[in-house]
């Protein structure tokens, strides 16, 4: 598995790297066989600090997790738990899905787009209907299936994610509705 370890304005030590390193290893070993990498970074809020971490699944899914604590290892140490109960929450989730599928997960590329947002307080019209671009980039749609896409959006504490259904191939959208529900777009 590939780290990633780094600090917003914070130095990270290569012990706390090597920490980060065996812990994360020991919560990946337990519930994934196959992480092929992990992005961890500290900063600072006031007086605590913060640890994010992002692991990639083999399986495409991408699981996430955030610890804040008054000292650094404490930090990655509430960071680690949440992920180590993510990843058991959703083991027989993985492991079913894991099973079915006979190869990786197939993304596709596509552009992602920033757009400027409309400022109407003063009551004027737009001077045109197109919206400015900030940024650009490029982002991968996974073909998954639609529960697979759920479990996704549920790891990556998102509230949309588009997907390429496996089933029939067409792109697809799930969401997380006002009322905590989930919806699904599937256009025919």
Not at 4 to 24: F, P
Request: overall charge negative; charged content about 30%.
């Amino acid at each position: 598995m590939r780290y990633q370890i780094s600090g917003k304005q914070i130095d990270v030590g290569e012990a706390l790297q090597s920490h980060v390193k065996s812990e994360l290893g020991e919560v990946m070993d337990k519930y994934s066989q196959r992480p092929t990498d992990a992005l961890v970074v500290f900063s600072r809020d006031g007086h605590n600090h913060v640890c994010e971490s992002i692991v990639h699944l083999s399986t495409g899914l991408t699981a996430q997790a955030k610890g804040q604590a008054a000292d650094i290892y404490a930090a990655f140490d509430a960071c680690c738990e949440r992920m180590d109960k993510q990843l058991r929450r959703y083991k027989r989730r993985l492991k079913d899905h894991h099973r079915e599928r006979t190869g990786p997960v197939e993304f596709a590329e596509a552009s992602s787009y920033i757009l400027a947002a409309e400022d109407e307080a003063d009551g004027t019209e737009p001077d045109s209907l197109q919206p400015m671009i900030i940024a650009e980039m490029e982002t991968r749609i996974p073909q998954i299936s639609a529960g697979e896409a759920v479990m996704q959006m549920e790891l990556a504490h998102s509230n949309v994610l588009v997907f390429r259904n496996e089933r029939h191939g067409g792109l697809n959208v799930v969401y997380r509705r006002d009322d905590g529900n989930i919806g699904w777009i599937d256009p025919q």
